[in-house]
């Protein structure tokens, strides 16, 4: 099992970890590799205190994983055939519209972080603009300084007086 | 109509641009990358004809190490030339060619930062501009890249508004330039509800 998650309010727990009291999942997944090697897996749906699973048996948590998802799609076309819309399963809830809400959020706080590293980046600072500031000069200041500038250029390429 | 702008400010530089790009008044499938960047840390960005900006930024990115001075220097007259190939090009074909192509440049210039906006409406004038909005919409002026954003949203609100209803932005790249260097981010310029809002 994969878990993503943001904290939100840490303690430490007097044995050298943490105790996160609260926090937002992020991602939840099943994985076939997991980061700790004494990763058991419980099946907490077929028993009040739980049975744990052998290795072998994660396939069948994957095929009721599957089943399940497969019993939703039944629901939904029955659901479609007696006239309710696509998405409604009776209760208002729709898992698409809320999945796509979690991938927007997840969007929404990686595109904060990207930009927010761009404000970090070193990029060099430009020196201060100096005194008459630019706006008093006009746009026809800058016209006139680079014709000077690549005229000086081009006398100096071709070494003619100046 | 693209979304773009560059901010110049004491120290460092923001310009941006959308990806989106539009055909018979709708947005395409394809996005476009519109900021461009020259190893001489010059960065540009064009709203116009998507075949013109692409040649903008072949443009820059041939500018070499050429400073702001030479590039306001050499830039209008081959954005001349550029435009009176495309418009050849639509009269040979008997599309319609619409004067609108506008290219923001920013760099440095005596060691100040700099922006100027080449408008082929203007014979591509350089006009120098601390700051340059298109569409212009106002409002404060980004000092961050998250405010970039915000304005950028803007932009594609008025741009939805007035012109395109289906449009997306695609992707926004962001770049911020100093003295030293140029550093940029893409990122989606609109997600779930901000499309709706």
Same mark, same amino acid.
């Given at each position: 099992m994969s878990v993503g998650f943001d904290p939100i309010e840490v303690e430490p727990n007097g044995k050298g970890g943490y105790n996160f009291n609260k926090w937002e999942l992020l991602e939840l997944s099943i994985v076939?590799?997991?980061?700790?090697? @004494?990763a058991t897996v419980f099946a907490r749906a077929f028993g009040k205190d739980g049975r744990v699973l052998a290795a072998a048996h994660a396939d069948t948590l994957v095929r009721a994983h599957r089943r399940i998802g497969a019993a939703r799609q039944d629901l939904a076309d029955v659901l479609q055939a007696a =006239? !309710?819309?696509? @998405?409604?399963? =009776?209760? =208002?809830?729709?898992p698409e519209a809320e999945e796509l809400s979690f991938d927007a959020a997840r969007i929404k706080r990686a595109r904060a972080a990207a930009l927010l590293s761009l404000d970090c980046v070193h990029v060099g600072p430009a020196a201060k603009p100096s005194a008459p500031p630019r706006e008093l000069r006009g746009g026809s200041w800058l016209t006139a300084h680079v014709r000077e500038q690549e005229a000086a250029r081009l006398r100096k390429f071709w070494s003619l007086p100046v | 109509m693209t979304c773009c702008g560059f901010v110049a400010r004491d120290g460092d530089a923001y310009i941006w641009g959308d990806g989106e790009q539009y055909l018979n008044g709708r947005p395409m499938t394809e996005s476009i990358e519109r900021v461009a960047a020259s190893p001489g840390r010059l960065a540009a960005v064009a709203t116009g004809h998507s075949s013109l900006c692409d040649r903008v930024r072949r443009l820059v990115a041939g500018? @070499?190490? $050429?400073?702001l001075s030479g590039a306001i220097a050499r830039l209008p007259a081959h954005l001349r030339q550029a435009c009176a190939e495309e418009r050849a090009h639509c009269r040979a074909i008997g599309a319609r060619y619409e004067v609108d192509l506008a290219c923001g440049l920013i760099g440095l210039c005596d060691s100040e930062m700099r922006g100027v906006v080449f408008a082929e409406a203007a014979g591509f004038e350089p006009r120098e501009a601390s700051a340059w909005l298109s569409p212009d919409v106002g409002g404060a002026l980004p000092a961050t890249a998250q405010e970039v954003l915000a304005v950028a949203q803007r932009q594609l609100q008025f741009v939805r508004a007035r !012109?395109?209803? =289906? $449009?997306? @932005?695609r992707t926004l790249t962001v770049a911020r330039v100093g003295r030293t260097g140029i550093a940029s981010r893409s990122v989606p310029l609109m997600i779930g509800d901000e499309r709706a809002a």
């Open positions: 076939s590799v997991p980061a700790n090697p @004494g =006239g !309710h819309p696509p @998405g409604d399963d =009776g209760d =208002g809830y729709d | 500018l @070499g190490l $050429a400073s !012109h395109y209803p =289906g $449009a997306t @932005g």
